[in-house]
């Protein structure tokens, strides 16, 4: 069974920093690809990065790329997302998912939520001062 574990979530002032964790249980994340998502209230949820596994290759959403970095530490079947300069604008949930299993499942693909299957529960960030 895949789980999927988000932490590092917090509350933080405006030009802060967070770290994301994503921890993976029943899959291995040498063979996924995984997807940083965030959902603000009253908003859809938001893909705004990804790590494929296949090539090393990211991908992030323009509000975002300039301060994040997605990265893979494999030893720990861990994902992490370092976000600065953090602004009111990324408080939200942050969910991290894993492609639905099958062809190119190691790829970034999208940042469409519809092309994840598994996901973890989320972690709260707050950006406010």
């Known amino acids: 069974q895949v789980q999927l574990v988000e932490s590092g979530g917090g509350l933080v002032q405006p030009g802060g920093s967070l770290k994301l964790s994503c921890a993976a249980s029943g899959i291995s994340l040498d063979y996924y690809a995984v997807g940083w998502f965030r959902q603000a209230p009253g908003k859809e949820r938001e893909g705004i990065a990804c790590?494929?596994?296949?090539?090393?290759?990211?991908d992030y959403v323009d509000s975002v790329r300039d301060r994040s970095t997605i990265s893979r530490d494999n030893g720990k079947n861990t994902v992490t997302l370092q976000m600065n300069n953090l602004r009111s604008e990324d408080t939200g949930v942050y969910y991290c998912a894993t492609p639905h299993s099958g062809y190119m499942s190691d790829r970034c693909i999208s940042l469409q939520a519809f092309s994840f299957g598994s996901w973890g529960q989320g972690t709260q960030v707050n950006v406010s001062s």
């Open positions: 790590i494929s596994p296949y090539d090393g290759s990211t």
